[in-house]
């Protein structure tokens, strides 16, 4: 892969507010080698978009409520001070976090089509929907 690409590629994803993942090219001396979705040279990570994420800031999910394809991985960033959990709330295969401390993470991968709410078990008026869609 040529220089020029992989700066389109990475231009590409910070424009489209991705940057949680990056297309990673090995380029070998054989300059004429394509690459292939077998070739061991070129790894893709799929783009984690900004719709798939949501922030936990002055106790309240940030969305609220969003809409993913199914098969999408959505993570939950906690911003306060507070600790605080993503936990399904309706009874169906959802999130369930530990307690998240600040700067700390969880992801849950939706492969089900649905409507899924939930919320903070330390704050339970804290509360989110996400709405899986094929």
Request: proline fraction near 3%; hydrophobic fraction near 35%; include cysteine.
């Amino acid at each position: 892969m040529s220089r020029s690409a992989v700066v389109a590629v990475v231009v590409a994803v910070v424009v489209l507010g991705g940057g949680g993942a990056l297309l990673v090219a090995h380029n070998h001396s054989n300059s004429n080698k394509t690459g292939t979705a077998g070739d061991k040279n070129l790894t893709a990570n799929p783009i984690q978009t900004s719709k798939d994420r949501v922030s936990i800031t002055n106790f309240s999910f940030s969305p609220a409520n969003i809409t993913v394809k199914k098969g999408a991985t959505v993570v939950w960033t906690n911003k306060d001070s507070a600790a605080h959990t993503v936990t399904e709330m309706d009874d169906q295969s959802g999130p369930d976090s530990t307690n998240l401390a600040n700067g700390k993470s969880y992801s849950f991968t939706y492969n089900t089509v649905g409507t899924f709410k939930y919320h903070c078990s330390i704050h339970p008026d804290m509360t989110g929907t996400v709405t899986v869609t094929e």
